[in-house]
Structure formats: structure tokens, C-alpha cells
């Protein structure tokens, strides 16, 4: 079975700074999908970020950018020039892919909080 | 936009009662699925549906029923509310699985006493 681990329950840094939330997975899978979702205060769950696991390029998104070791099955996400409204709840998630299995299930990390200080 | 609506956003229950969680989406998405969130767990998947009329079991299925008669809605229904089931529930629509952005209700913050 899938499991999705976030080693750190929780981060703080300075607003401007750079930081990185980790992610790791376990899977005997070749070809999957990895998101980092972002639950802010407001509790609505947000995806940040997507990364298919067949190509090779870390996907980028604006600020956010992750670092996709699939040898390692590790899927870090980091954000640059943090702002304050970066302020929530990270969760890494996977999935195996569609065509190999109809399963239509995504499995989650248990999430990191991540405050962006002033 | 509306894009997911749950309603209601805050219920208490007693143990034994049923209740109905609702689900509309208006982006004629496909997919739509349930889950729980409970603390310093990630969110765990209760049902979902790939279609109008389809639906199938997710991870923590038991005490819960679903249903699809359209492809805008997609009802939770508790059955014997019991205090395990204290938890927020989410319920997300993409347009064809998870492996495209879910997009995602404000929750609904269920309490069973």
C-alpha cells in the first residue's frame, strides 16, 4: 500500500525568506501523480502544485517550486520570497496513475504547518 | 462561481441520529468525492463518483452512504451518527479524477455527542 510521509509537523520563518517542506512516498508504482495542496485559516484546501511522475522537469508554479527525486521518492516543495498569506497547512498527497488502475484515490500526508512571520 | 457548495457548515448531532451532509458543484465535473479530516491526520477518502448514477467506496466507508443522481450533487448521508465520526468533511469535484485539481467545498464541522 501507498503511504505519503511529511516529516515536519510544523515551520516558521521569516516573511521574505526561503523555505522547504518535505515529502516523502512510498510506492512499488512507475507512473503516478504528486500535488502539494495548501489548507490556509479559512480551511479551503487549495492545490499549489502538480507533478506527473513521468516527466522529469520539477514542475513550477509562480513562487512555488518542487524538487522530485523519484529514485529517492521524495517530493519537496519550496517556496521562495515567503508572504505572509503563505500562512496555512501543506499537505502532500499521491496517486497512482488513472490508466494502470481504476481506483480513483488520492492518499495524504498527515500535513505540514507552515507560519510565515512578520 | 460557486463552485463546491457544503452546506451545512456547522452541525451538532446526538449519537443515533442521521443526517444528510449536501454537495453541489456547477462545474459539471465528473468526479466528486467525500472525505474526513480529523487532526494530524491527512484527509481520508469516505466515497466518491466518477459519473452521474456510479459511485464507489474510499478509504473509512463504513457508517456513511452516498449517492449520485445528478452530476451536480453529491449527498453524504450519516447513518447512526456516533462520536467516532466527529470530524470535517470535505467534498471535492475535478473534471475527470483526482489526478486533475480538485477544487474543494469550505468544509462542514460535524460534532456527534
Redesign the interface.
Do not use: I, K, T, W
Given at each position: 500500500a501507498q503511504t505519503v510521509t511529511q516529516s515536519q509537523p510544523e515551520m516558521s520563518v521569516q516573511e521574505a525568506e526561503t523555505v522547504t517542506l518535505s515529502c516523502t512516498y512510498d510506492t512499488s508504482e512507475s507512473n503516478y501523480y504528486l500535488f502539494w495542496y495548501k489548507q490556509p485559516p479559512s480551511r479551503q484546501m487549495i492545490l499549489v502544485i502538480r507533478q506527473e511522475a513521468y516527466k522529469q522537469q520539477n514542475a513550477t508554479e509562480n513562487r512555488f517550486s518542487v524538487n522530485f527525486q523519484k529514485a529517492a521518492k521524495s517530493f519537496s516543495l519550496k517556496i521562495s520570497d515567503s508572504q505572509l498569506g503563505d500562512t496555512a497547512m501543506y499537505f502532500c498527497a499521491f496517486m497512482k496513475h488513472v490508466l494502470e488502475d481504476s481506483n480513483y484515490q488520492l492518499i495524504w500526508g498527515a500535513g505540514t504547518k507552515l507560519i510565515i512571520k512578520p | 462561481n460557486a463552485g463546491v457548495t457544503q452546506t451545512p457548515k456547522f452541525q451538532v448531532l446526538k449519537t443515533g441520529q442521521s443526517m444528510t451532509l449536501q454537495c453541489a458543484q456547477d462545474m459539471n465535473h465528473e468526479?466528486m468525492?467525500w472525505y474526513r479530516q480529523d487532526p494530524?491526520?491527512?484527509?481520508?477518502?469516505i466515497h466518491?463518483s466518477?459519473g452521474a448514477g456510479i459511485t464507489?467506496q474510499?478509504?473509512v466507508p463504513n457508517g456513511y452512504n452516498v449517492s449520485r443522481s445528478t452530476t451536480e450533487d453529491f449527498p453524504l448521508r450519516l447513518l447512526s451518527a456516533a462520536p467516532s465520526q466527529t470530524s470535517?468533511y470535505?467534498c471535492?469535484s475535478s473534471y475527470a479524477?483526482?489526478?486533475q485539481?480538485?477544487h474543494?467545498?469550505?468544509?462542514t464541522r460535524l460534532s456527534i455527542l
Open positions: - | 468526479y468525492s494530524g491526520m491527512g484527509l481520508r477518502l466518491y466518477v464507489d474510499g478509504e470535517v470535505f471535492a479524477g483526482p489526478h485539481p480538485q474543494f467545498g469550505d468544509g
